[in-house]
């Protein structure tokens, strides 16, 4: 899926954002919020939300990168809460051949802000 903004270079600012709706057991969508992308990996994700996601609940994920946004479905593994906040470990379920494309491009450049940022912090 791509949309009409064609950016040809990433948003640092915007690489930790991203929103879910929560898919309810008979298969509606649910609640829509937005988190912060704590850490990812090609299986999934931590995610950092104002508020507590249940355990097993799937979420229904959008990811963008440069000009392209993908939609995967993820289910929640594991949660705690810290600060205030609530960081729950997500697991992908479903991603098409297209989304794993889209992801891995998003997976690179979160890693590289997180090496950029550290190099700066030091």
């Known amino acids: ?6 950016r040809k270079f990433i948003r640092w600012d915007a690489i930790h954002l991203l929103d879910y709706t929560i898919i ?3 298969g509606t969508k649910g609640r829509y919020s937005m988190g ?3 850490d990812v990996s090609l299986n ?3 995610l950092e939300t104002s508020y507590e996601i249940p355990l097993e609940a799937e979420l229904e994920i959008t990811v963008g990168i440069e000009e392209d946004l993908v939609d995967l479905v993820g289910r929640v593994t594991h ?3 810290k600060g205030g906040r609530y960081i729950s470990g997500i697991e992908f379920v479903k991603m098409s051949a297209e ?6 491009l ?3 450049a979160f890693k590289k802000y997180q090496e950029e940022t550290e190099a700066v912090e030091d």
């Open 36 to 38: 912060r992308t704590l």
């Open 1 to 6: 899926m791509s949309h009409g903004e064609k």
């Open 44 to 46: 999934g994700l931590k």
């Open 106 to 108: 998003y997976t690179d």
């Open 24 to 26: 309810e057991s008979d």
């Open 99 to 104: 989304g794993r494309r889209v992801f891995r």
């Open 79 to 81: 949660s705690s809460r």
